[in-house]
């Protein structure tokens, strides 16, 4: 059964500090992993990785994924108040249907000032 | 505006009576999809669509039905609504024909069921 896992569920942090979230998933013939974030309305798309080593980057955050090892990680560095959300990883698989979209539970991130 | 709309965003109904929510996207988009999100539970896919007239369940999909006969519209129906499917739900769209990219969120429909 495919499955996402986050970690941690839940993380309390001071602003200007750096944050490492992991995410963990088993599917089948993967086909790309997605990071989202949500504030207390919908979710915004943050990035899509698909090849592994190759570093996506957009201001503070960057993301990584390893194809070997199942995971990927999403960074922030100086956060900010701002930066307070739940993050959530999501994957896609060629072995059903590339319409199926599994997330993690996602990890909660409170900034504090 | 480009942009994913829902309809209603609050709802109370009771059990039984039969309720359609409406998603509509204006950006052309192939992909079509609907989530409910629970408290320890996540975000969990219900159904999708990959073009018109081609839907497919997701992983919750018991209970609901859908349909998508233009491209621009994906309404979730509920023909018996029952307590347990009082959740979050949130209908997305995407240019790419599956959801390995990029989705644009709706802001959502809280829906409560007694």
């Known amino acids: 059964e495919d499955k996402v896992v986050q970690s941690p569920l839940s993380l309390v942090v001071h602003e200007g500090d750096t944050v490492t979230l992991n995410c963990s998933y088993e599917?089948?013939?993967?086909?790309?992993l997605l990071w989202y974030k949500q504030e207390k309305k919908a979710p915004t798309f943050l990035f899509m990785l698909?090849?592994?080593?190759i570093e996506k980057k957009s201001g503070r955050l960057s993301s990584i994924l390893d194809k070997k090892e199942l995971f990927s990680i999403l960074n922030i560095t100086a956060t900010q108040t701002g930066d307070s959300a739940v993050y959530l990883c999501?994957?896609?698989?060629?072995?059903?249907?590339?319409?199926?979209?599994?997330f993690g539970k996602g990890t909660k991130l409170s900034v504090k000032p | 505006e480009a942009q994913v709309t829902q309809n209603p965003r609050y709802l109370i109904t009771v059990t039984g009576k039969k309720l359609t929510v409406t998603c509509s996207q204006n950006?052309?988009?192939?992909?079509m999809s609907w989530y409910r999100q629970d408290p320890g539970l996540g975000l969990r896919q219900i159904y999708y669509?990959?073009?018109?007239?081609?839907?497919d369940k997701g992983d919750v999909p018991e209970g609901y039905k859908v349909s998508r006969k233009e491209k621009r519209n994906f309404p979730l129906i509920l023909e018996s609504p029952s307590p347990n499917q009082t959740s979050l739900y949130f209908c997305?769209?995407?240019?790419?024909?599956?959801?390995?990219?990029?989705?644009?969120f709706g802001p959502g429909t809280r829906l409560t069921v007694l």
């Open positions: 997305a769209s995407s240019l790419a024909q599956g959801a390995y990219n990029e989705q644009f």
């Open positions: 599917v089948t013939n993967f086909r790309s």
């Open positions: 698909t090849s592994s080593g």
């Open positions: 999501a994957v896609v698989g060629y072995g059903g249907s590339q319409g199926n979209l599994i």
């Open positions: 950006m052309n988009h192939e992909y």
């Open positions: 669509s990959m073009n018109v007239e081609v839907t």
